[in-house]
């Protein structure tokens, strides 16, 4: 076997085409996702899947969240039915515990939940730092400016490297207990946060599942973002609402488009 004959040059500017192109076409999209966690990940699979234009901002250098890990770092995620069904859709094997308690590999439910979104056609920047929102007519978030993720690990001497913004129609904030497009609004008085609770999984899951949806005009929230928002009990390694919730965000996210 011999490797096709390609200078590095070749190679750098593939990459470079690649990447500004990506960055051209999604200067502006129907739905940004900030955040790259299983229920980001749920959601714009669901909305790719509907035609959606979405992209999906991650500060990390990997995609996944928590999800990678599970609990304690010992990397067995658990589901709660009827979340089962969504590790049947993913083609995700698992296995039943006691209680309608499921169990599968984090590092394998994370991968098909990756691969899902992207083979749906959603689009992701990661190592791409959200820095604030672009807001419209009546405080209506209509888009998000974000900056390399490395800019903030400068010195504050030599960190002054100007961010720059995307718009969209809609932004889900899918940031964790973080919520820091939400953060982003609270700074400016124009809307409050409660924060998340100490753990109770069974009142936890229902209730994140409950209230994920537009919680700002062009602002919707899901997964544990949810939890801090209205002070909800956290759920700890057990993630069948985030996928949930996801799926509830892209349902809520889709009616809202088709309203526009």
């Known amino acids: 076997m ?10 750098t500017k593939a990459i470079l085409d690649n990447f500004y192109e990506k960055l051209k076409n999604y200067v502006e999209s129907d739905v940004i996702i900030v955040g790259a966690g299983p229920s980001g990940l749920m959601a714009a699979k669901e909305l790719a899947d509907k035609k959606v234009k979405v992209l999906i901002i991650e500060a990390n250098n990997y995609l996944g969240g928590g999800f990678w890990l599970g609990g304690y770092l ?12 969504i590790l049947k ?3 995700i094997p698992y296995k039943e515990v006691e209680n309608e308690l499921c169990i599968t590999s984090g590092p394998h439910a994370c991968s098909k939940l990756i691969t899902s979104a992207c083979e749906a056609g959603a689009e992701i920047l990661n190592m791409t730092k959200f820095e604030d929102v672009v807001l419209r007519e009546n405080n209506r978030v209509s888009g998000i400016v974000i900056n390399w993720t490395p ?12 961010p720059i913004a995307l718009e969209s129609k809609l932004v889900i904030d899918a940031t964790g207990h973080d919520a820091v497009v939400c953060q982003a609004l609270e700074k400016r008085n124009l809307l409050k946060m409660k924060t998340y609770g100490a753990m109770w999984v069974e009142k936890s899951e229902n209730l994140v599942v409950e209230k994920t949806g537009e919680f700002h005009p062009g602002l919707l929230i899901t997964g544990m973002a949810v939890s801090t928002v209205y002070g909800i009990p956290r759920m700890g390694p057990t993630f069948g609402a985030m996928l949930l919730s996801g799926k509830q965000a892209a349902k809520i996210a889709k009616e809202i488009l088709d309203g526009m």
Request: with cysteine.
């Open 151 to 162: 800019v903030y690990k400068l010195p504050k001497p030599i960190s002054c490297v100007d």
């Open 74 to 85: 010992m990397n067995g995620v658990t589901f709660r039915k009827p979340a089962d069904k």
């Open 89 to 91: 859709e993913l083609n």
């Open 2 to 11: 011999e490797f096709s004959k390609v200078s590095e040059k070749t190679v």
